[in-house]
């Protein structure tokens, strides 16, 4: 692993390098179960091509992966990469006509794609961002006018906010589509409304069926998600677009006393509060210290830096991060690398880069 007094440069550089050799790949490397015995996770791979389930492929762990890697590259005006990034998502771009879109996990996909149109002018970024705006008012449900994280389940899950909320922004912003600036505070509300504790924290999930908050409100992923919606709205919002920004705000202002306290030494476990050390999780740090910088909230990057190059391979692959969670109340102890944080990371630097 790297040491903590690494140069930053030298971090930067191989948090980057590995970041481009895991974009070569369309599904993630992420942990996906408990259990990653090889006769097991190659069961779990044939079973899922079997049944054509196709929702890792362009999920959300490369959606940030992308995003995160052009965020670094235009703010350290990296020609190069950026066009390689463009060359990287052309095959999603070609096939999103063609039912590329599944799943609201893709969605993130769209955040790198609204920025190389902002980059290019290339009009056929515009014209996926529309698709994938067009897929998600789509699957509004009629019954709670929210885009649910899957039709026909009785569950809401809080990931939901962090891979279409900013999307949703940013497509508004992009395209002065206010309309859309409204559905995603529709989907924040309802989430503020029926799914967090008297703290201001997420569940899990929300039940659909009576309204009931489901799982932990400690999970420190979960935490992430709303996260990454709430503070977009606060950047890329404001009170002459977006009515409700004051509401949000105050929201943040409510939560925000509550991460500091509970942050140990820059990070954030997989469970917010849980102080041993091997609760350490890459991603939820990530999340968070993205989130608040997002909003200068938080400005220590060389502290947190500090704390991630122990947890990051000499190759620049940032590791201990918690396995995808596989349902409510069903947490992932396994840990390992992940397109995700390697993503946020490049992200971060940005922020630091560009004030």
């Known amino acids: 692993m790297l040491n903590k007094e690494t140069k930053n440069a030298d971090f930067k550089n191989k948090v980057l390098k590995s ?23 190659l069961i779990r791979e044939i079973s899922l ?13 490369r959606g940030y992966l992308l995003n995160g890697i052009f965020d670094y590259a235009q703010a350290t005006n990296n020609k ?38 902002e980059y290019t002018k290339n009009e056929k970024y515009r014209s996926a961002c529309d698709n994938i705006a067009h897929w ?13 994280y899957r039709p026909n389940v009785n569950y ?39 799914g967090l504790n008297k703290n201001g924290m997420p569940y899990h999930a929300i039940d659909l069926n009576n ?17 990454l919606a709430l503070t977009a709205t606060l950047k890329y919002t404001d009170t002459e677009n977006n009515s409700m920004y004051g509401y949000f705000k105050n929201e943040f202002d409510k939560i925000a006393p509550h991460l500091k306290n509970l942050k140990k ?11 041993k050390n091997w609760h350490n999780d890459t991603s939820v740090s990530c999340m968070l210290f993205y989130s608040l910088s997002l909003l200068k909230e938080e400005n220590c990057f060389e502290e947190f830096y500090k704390f991630l190059k122990p947890l990051t391979t000499k190759k620049g692959q940032v590791d201990y991060t918690s396995g995808d ?13 992940s397109e995700l944080t390697q993503g946020l990371i490049l992200s971060i630097f940005k922020n630091e880069i560009t004030p």
């Open 211 to 227: 309204f009931f908050p489901m799982g932990s409100s400690n999970w420190g992923r979960g935490l992430g998600w709303y996260m």
């Open 156 to 194: 809401q899950y809080v990931d939901t906010l962090g891979m279409i909320c900013p999307f949703l922004l940013a497509y508004a912003t992009a395209f002065n589509k206010n309309e859309f600036i409204d559905l995603s505070n529709k989907q924040i509300i309802f989430y503020i409304n029926h």
């Open 19 to 41: 970041a481009l050799s895991y974009s070569h790949h369309e599904t993630p490397k992420m942990s996906l179960a408990d259990n990653t015995f090889f006769p097991v996770v």
């Open 265 to 275: 030494d820059q990070f954030w476990g997989q469970f917010i509060g849980v102080s």
């Open 136 to 148: 998600l008012l789509k699957n509004i449900d009629s019954k709670y006018n929210v885009i649910l």
């Open 80 to 117: 190069k990469t950026i066009v390689y990034i463009e060359k990287t998502v052309n095959r999603f771009v070609e096939n999103i006509d063609n039912g590329e879109l599944k799943y609201i996990d893709q969605a993130c996909m769209g955040m790198v794609l609204i920025k190389l149109y």
């Open 49 to 61: 091509r079997l049944r054509k389930n196709n929702r890792l492929k362009n999920s959300f762990p």
């Open 325 to 337: 969670t596989e349902d409510i109340n069903i947490y992932s102890r396994e840990y390992g690398k």
